[in-house]
């Protein structure tokens, strides 16, 4: 499991779905959201969808090989103690994925 840090000290968030067979590009492009100026709604469903993500994380789904499609979830956040920018990044296989984190990534689509 991933230890998620407070979503007030989220900057971002980059969500890619990679994996499989065949490359799609409109599958594969990244959506990213600025957690500093989206809506409040969007932030609290992108925590929500962190804290259900996260007990699913696989360190390098990449690496497992074969026809796995997956999510990469990258999250920026400021370190409290140097005051820098850090970030986590984990994967999550596409079969494993939480409802709310693939409707984030598809609503995300245009944005």
Do not use: N
Not at 28 to 56: F, K
Not at 63 to 89: I, M, N
């Amino acid at each position: 499991m991933i230890d998620l840090p407070p979503l007030e000290r989220a900057l971002g968030v980059s969500l890619t779905r990679e994996g499989g067979l065949a490359y799609l590009p409109g599958l594969a492009r990244t959506r990213s959201i600025d957690l500093t100026s989206c809506p409040s709604d969007l932030r609290q469903e992108v925590g929500e969808a962190l804290r259900r993500t996260a007990p699913l994380a696989s360190p390098d789904c990449a690496a497992q090989g074969g026809d796995q499609r997956y999510f990469h979830v990258e999250l920026a956040f400021r370190d409290p103690a140097s005051g820098d920018t850090a970030s986590l990044a984990f994967d999550v296989p596409e079969a494993q994925a939480p409802d709310i984190l693939v409707r984030l990534w598809r609503t995300q689509a245009g944005g």
